[in-house]
Nanobody, 129 residues
Framework: QVQLVESGGGSVQAGGSLRLSCAAS????????MGWFRQVPGKEREGVAW????????LYADSVKGRFIISQDSVKNTVYLQMNSLALEDTATYYC??????????????????????WGQGTQVTVSS
């Protein structure tokens, strides 16, 4: 049974930093692609950052490029999202995704939530002024 557990969310002032973690169990970590998404009430889930399992190649949404960093630790079966220079618009529930089923991995396909099978329960990030 695959389980993804996010942690590290919280409240932070604008300009601050947080690091999210996603611990994967029952999953062939490193063989697939994983990603971070976020969602605010009333809006669609938005892709944030993605990492290709075997190569470690990363992709980012334009809104977070240069501020967020996705990384993975294959020994700990954990994917991280380092979030720097946080802004008010980064406030959302952040979800970890795994279980790639989208075929060829690219920026457009990686950003589609429907291309992932497994999801974590989410962790709340609140940025205040």
């Amino acid at each position: 049974q695959v389980q993804l557990v996010e942690s590290g969310g919280g409240s932070v002032q604008a300009g601050g930093s947080l690091r999210l973690s996603c611990a994967a169990s029952g999953y062939n970590f490193g063989a697939g692609h994983m990603g971070w998404f976020r969602q605010v009430p009333g809006k669609e889930r938005e892709g944030v950052a993605w990492i290709q399992g075997q190569s470690g190649i990363t992709l980012y949404a334009d809104s977070v490029k240069g501020r967020f960093i996705i990384s993975q630790d294959s020994v700990k079966n954990t994917v991280y999202l380092q979030m720097n220079s946080l802004a008010l618009e980064d406030t959302a529930t952040y979800y970890c995704a795994a279980g790639w089923r989208g075929g060829r991995w690219s920026s457009p396909s990686a950003s589609s939530p429907s291309n992932y099978v497994y999801w974590g329960q989410g962790t709340q990030v609140t940025v205040s002024s």
